[in-house]
């Protein structure tokens, strides 16, 4: 509509960085990986019109993802 703002869309994922039990650091880090994917980024844009995240913001994340540890 011309003239009209855009609606804005932030979505954020906070989780620990280390787990008590290796079944629940598994759990978390698939959901993680999948809202990051290729997969889960064209399902939040065709439910949700939001625009995908970008290679560099997407690689952060998954980097991110991949230091979550369970308690030694």
């Known amino acids: 509509v011309e003239g009209a703002y855009p609606i804005v869309l932030v979505s954020f994922h906070v989780v620990c960085a280390t787990y008590d039990k290796q079944e629940t650091a598994d759990l978390v880090k698939a959901f993680e990986n999948y809202v ?37």
């Open 36 to 72: 990051v994917s290729d997969a889960g980024q064209k399902a939040a844009a065709d439910s949700a019109k939001s625009a995908p995240l970008s290679k560099s913001l997407a690689d952060k994340a998954a980097k991110a993802i991949a230091s979550i540890k369970v308690k030694a």
